[in-house]
């Protein structure tokens, strides 16, 4: 607000800041931490985009969101078709908005970004997609003529929420396959309240079901029905984005004690099942006192940060390199650190004690040092002999990592997995070693983002399409 | 809270109660609807059913099914919330949430001469894998057992399924007075040919039946319940160990080999949220006593 109109020298305008949660309230409430620009904000952040004639943010982004054009929208105060020109390319823009890694993506390539600061392009997305959903001034695209092909998706997240958005405004009869109850994937089991409220979610799901899509929860493929059951059913296509959703575990003694979680299952008890509610809510969570985090990525942020709001006096995190080589987001990092979180770097756990009751009382870490660049370019660490020492505890989140879910490839006959079981596609388009059947996101790469999982979606539905109308 | 009403309604099934039959004091049968589970499901498998909004899901073995009719039988013991609400639906009431069918089918083979054991409400859990043995043409030597004999359930039923059946009750009040593992040790003694035991109940149950038939090499399948939240091998809350390596119960199972099973870590890793479901249930039964 006080930056108003500075005319000629746009680029002098600093970038805007989101305004925030204070950490000292937001530790015991799971509300969202940013708080979103305010409209007079949005517009003097818009107004810093210089509208390059070969916007370099466009090619930053997975799923080629007009990116000049609905930040000049926003510029000119016209909030609602900002928000209709990202729907054009993305259909979760109010996600993307929060949880894109921007600063590696759109945001990266912006110029303005080589001598000072990029514009907030997450901020602005978030906004536009915000402004949209609360003045209710929602529209669904006019229904398209039925092609007569049906498609089946496995998977309700990013990028079987993206195909389907896809494939229903090409006319298709397109129904999600979702295991869970409930209808999002990573985004409503993952990723925390504080991060991405879960009514966003179920506002694009809706608006997705609007559009034509047809969601079957509580439908595990493989398990309910397999992919050739489908096909025989009449399904023309089949795609598969059921994510990379089982948890791995470390494999050291103890491992198995009460009070340790897979970060997986502490956040899906938490965001999915509510437990931060219990008991208004059924499911129950362990709410503990001292609480070990082991990760360095969005997820252990998510996770320890999750403890915290749950009630931990002291919340920490385990990594076994430095805070150089974390693959959380900075801001992830940096929003723990402003809560209260500890950093325990280069430490790794060995191995966990427990009581007689079998319930986890410390875990025994050993000191590391970062010795040569592994195949990832990142130091590997190296323990370090003798330096063992105990860590008091009565929670463990293990967050390093998932892995491929076999139930698919497992009841899918000539599906080709590679060795750590993910689904070997043939090129970009998703194919895989079956024909009709094509697959994206974590399933294909390993744990990656949301947005590269839509991106994976979206070029699926283009070879799909392809597929179906050209062979 | 009207969208997110309308979010949850539009399914295809409505998961209806189409029968509910109290078994003993705190044991209830139901029938739902829930037509692809009941034609694709096999002996062994089970749901994850969650009855509202606010709902845990709960893993529950698929005890019967009709694929004609479209339902499935569970049966279930009232021993918190979630149960006691449950034994308070009719039929006619829905489930907001069933998923399935989950978990490994059991191995059915024409093993001989098999003994299926049901210690409490695990008599409806091994009453289909008990069924589809005799189907599979075993000679199907059956033992049930209960604390008293007002909580035996489904005798007559697991009589017509089995070439004999043996009855034993803790208090002696019904049929043999001992426990169930004691009526095993009984034919073993007598020198009686058994090629493999099933053996489903309480984990002290299931451990004292391994222990009686390592000795003698018998095979003794146990079916675990540990806790679980998606069923579909994404949380881990199931994990047990079995020959020393970690499973998944819900993906892995629930059917392991009883003699490899680690049953101290499955009966600590159960008493994870004791004290949680103890508050709920205790608030709930306040609820009701209030109203």
Redesign the interface.
């Known amino acids: 607000m006080e930056t108003k109109e500075p005319k000629e020298k746009k680029e002098k305008v600093p970038r805007q800041k989101m305004p925030e949660q204070d950490p000292q309230k937001r530790v015991s409430n799971f509300e969202e931490v940013p708080l979103g620009y305010s409209e007079e904000t949005a517009i003097t952040e818009a107004k810093r985009c210089i509208q390059c004639k070969k916007p370099g943010c466009i090619s930053g982004c997975p799923v080629d969101v007009k990116i000049p054009e609905f930040i000049q929208q926003i510029a000119e105060g016209n909030f609602i078709e900002a928000a209709r020109t990202l729907k054009e390319t993305n259909s979760l823009p109010a996600v993307c908005g929060r949880v894109c890694p921007q600063e590696d993506q759109c945001e990266k390539q912006c110029v303005l970004g080589k001598k000072g600061e990029s514009v907030a392009i997450g901020r602005l997305e978030r906004f536009a997609a915000d402004y949209e959903r609360s003045t209710g001034n929602v529209t669904v695209p006019p229904k398209v003529k039925a092609n007569g092909k049906k498609i089946a998706i496995a998977g309700a997240g990013p990028a079987g929420l993206t195909i389907a958005g896809d494939l229903v405004k090409l006319g298709y009869d397109v129904t999600i396959f979702e295991a869970l109850h409930k209808a999002g994937g990573v985004l409503v089991y993952g990723i925390p309240e504080f991060r991405l409220p879960k009514a966003i979610v179920e506002a694009e799901v809706e608006y997705l079901r609007k559009m034509g899509v047809k969601i079957e929860t509580n439908f595990v493929i493989g398990r309910t029905k397999t992919i050739d059951e489908l096909f025989a059913e009449g399904y023309n296509a089949v795609f598969i984005g059921v994510g990379a959703g089982a948890p791995v575990f470390m494999n050291i003694p103890g491992e198995n004690l009460s009070g340790i979680y897979s970060a997986n299952e502490y956040l899906t008890r938490s965001n999915l099942m509510k437990a931060y509610l219990f008991p208004e809510y059924d499911t129950p969570i362990v709410r503990g006192k001292r609480v070990a985090v082991v990760g360095g990525g969005n997820v252990a942020m998510d996770s320890v940060r999750t403890a915290l709001r749950l009630g931990a006096e002291k919340a920490m995190i385990i990594y076994r390199r430095t805070e150089v080589e974390m693959p959380a987001r900075k801001e992830e990092v940096h929003h723990a650190r402003e809560e209260g979180v500890d950093f325990l770097m280069l430490t790794n756990p060995v191995e966990y004690i427990g009581n007689d009751a079998g319930w986890v009382t410390g875990v025994k870490c050993i000191k590391m040092e970062l010795g040569e660049p592994d195949a990832s370019g990142r130091r590997s660490p190296v323990p370090i002999k003798g330096s063992e020492f105990v860590i008091d505890v009565d929670t463990v989140v293990v967050a390093v990592g998932t892995m491929a879910n076999p139930i698919v490839p497992a009841t899918t006959p000539g599906l080709e997995t590679n060795k750590r079981g993910y689904i070997i596609t043939k090129d970009e388009s998703g194919l895989t070693s079956r024909a009709g059947i094509y697959a994206g996101g974590d399933i294909v790469t390993g744990s990656a983002t949301v947005i590269l999982a839509m991106g994976a979606g979206r070029k699926a539905a283009n070879a799909i399409h392809e597929y179906l109308f050209k062979k | 809270m009207d ?2 009403f ?2 949850n309604c ?3 099934t409505l998961n209806r109660i189409i029968e509910k039959k109290d078994l003993s004091e705190n044991v209830v049968q139901m029938v739902l609807e829930a037509p ?2 009941a034609q ?1 499901r096999k002996a062994g498998q089970f749901i ?1 059913l ?1 009855i509202d909004e ?4 709960i893993p529950l073995t698929i005890v019967d099914s009709d694929a004609q009719a479209g339902t499935i039988t569970i049966i279930f013991q009232v021993v918190g ?2 149960t006691a609400v449950m034994a308070k639906m009719k039929a006619g009431d829905t489930i ?7 978990g490994n089918p059991t191995e059915i083979e024409n093993y001989g001469r098999v003994v299926c054991i049901g210690g409490g409400v695990g008599v409806g859990v091994v009453y289909p894998l008990t069924a589809a043995l005799k189907k599979a043409g075993n000679e199907v030597i059956s033992i049930i057992g209960s604390r008293t004999k007002d909580l035996l359930i489904l005798e007559k039923e697991m009589g017509a399924i089995s070439d004999r059946l043996i009855v034993a009750t803790d208090d002696g009040s019904y049929g043999f007075h001992g426990f169930v593992s004691q009526v095993l040790q009984e034919m073993i003694d007598k020198g009686e040919k058994i090629d493999r035991v099933f053996a489903i109940g309480p984990v002290p149950m299931m451990k004292v039946i391994s222990d009686v038939t390592r000795p003698h090499g018998i095979k003794t399948i146990v079916s675990l319940n540990s806790i679980m ?2 069923a ?6 199931c ?3 079995v020959a020393g390596k ?1 499973k998944f119960a819900c ?1 892995d199972g629930p059917e392991f080999d009883g003699h490899e099973v680690d049953f ?2 499955l009966a ?2 159960l ?3 004791c004290d ?2 103890r ?2 249930y205790e ?1 709930h039964k306040c609820g009701c006593d209030g109203n």
């Open positions: 969208s997110l309308l979010y539009r399914r295809e692809v589970i694709k994850i969650k606010k709902g845990e899901r919330k979630t907001q949430d069933i998923q399935g069918p989950l939240v998606d579909t091998g994404m949380c881990g809350a994990r047990v160990a970690t993906v101290k870590l600590d890793r008493k994870m949220y949680q479901e508050q709920a608030q």
